[in-house]
Nanobody, 120 residues
Framework: QVQLVESGGGLVQSGGSLRLSCAAS????????MGWYRQAPGKQRELVAT???????NYADSVKGRFTISRDNAKNMVYLQMNSLKPEDTAVYYC??????????????WGQGTQVTVSS
């Protein structure tokens, strides 16, 4: 089993910053791609940013230049630095990880989500 736990969400004013963290734990042999997704009320979950094990990154157009994804492979963690936040960034943010477990089972795991609210 693999567990992902996000932290760092909260309420911030427009133009402010937040840093989200996600810790992966459990029977992990290797973590390949990791990512952040978000879901606003009444909308589908959408990709925010992804990062491969070699730290190749990909961003949604809506966050390019404002958000930065990074990871610490030694700690099995992924981060999302969010700057210049806008009210439209308000959503529940989820991390995910493509993991290979110690019994060589591969799957994608999700965290429980953390709320980010940006006030205007």
């Amino acid at each position: 089993q693999v567990q992902l736990v996000e932290s760092g969400g909260g309420l911030v004013q427009s133009g402010g910053s937040l840093r989200l963290s996600c810790a992966a734990s459990g029977s992990i042999f290797r973590i390949d791609a990791m990512g952040w997704y978000r879901q606003a009320p009444g909308k589908q979950r959408e990709l925010v940013a992804t990062i491969t094990s070699r730290e190749i990154t990909n961003y949604a157009d809506s966050v390019k230049g404002r958000f930065t994804i990074s990871r610490d492979n030694a700690k099995n963690m992924v981060y999302l630095q969010m700057n210049s936040l806008k009210p439209e960034d308000t959503a529940v943010y989820y991390c995910n990880a493509d993991c290979l477990t110690v019994v060589l089972f591969r799957s994608t795991y999700w965290g429980q989500g953390t709320q980010v609210t940006v006030s205007s």
